[in-house]
């Protein structure tokens, strides 16, 4: 898969924009191999950093601060 493929799935893993395949695929990933845990925590990286610096688009925005900020209380 492209890096920029692989990029945008992640980022939509995380903002909880990705279907449950895409989510399984990329869950079952990270669990068994450490280089794809480390590409998932870059890209969280990079995604709290555009989100700091207001670099985010409108939808991924609200998805950023609806699920990724989202706590149970």
Known sequence: MPTNE???NLRRY???MSTAETR???EVEYFESPD???RVCE???DLIDD????QLASDEHN????H???TPQ
């Not at 998805?63 to 609806?66: L, N, V």
Request: proline share 0%; no cysteine; aromatic share 12%.
């Open 24 to 26: 399984e695929a990329i």
């Open 51 to 54: 989100y700091l610096s207001g």
């Open 6 to 8: 692989r990029s945008s």
């Open 68 to 70: 990724y900020l989202a």
């Open 63 to 66: 998805a950023f601060e609806s």
């Open 36 to 38: 794809a845990l480390d």
């Open 43 to 45: 890209e969280e990286d």
């Open 14 to 16: 995380l903002l909880g």
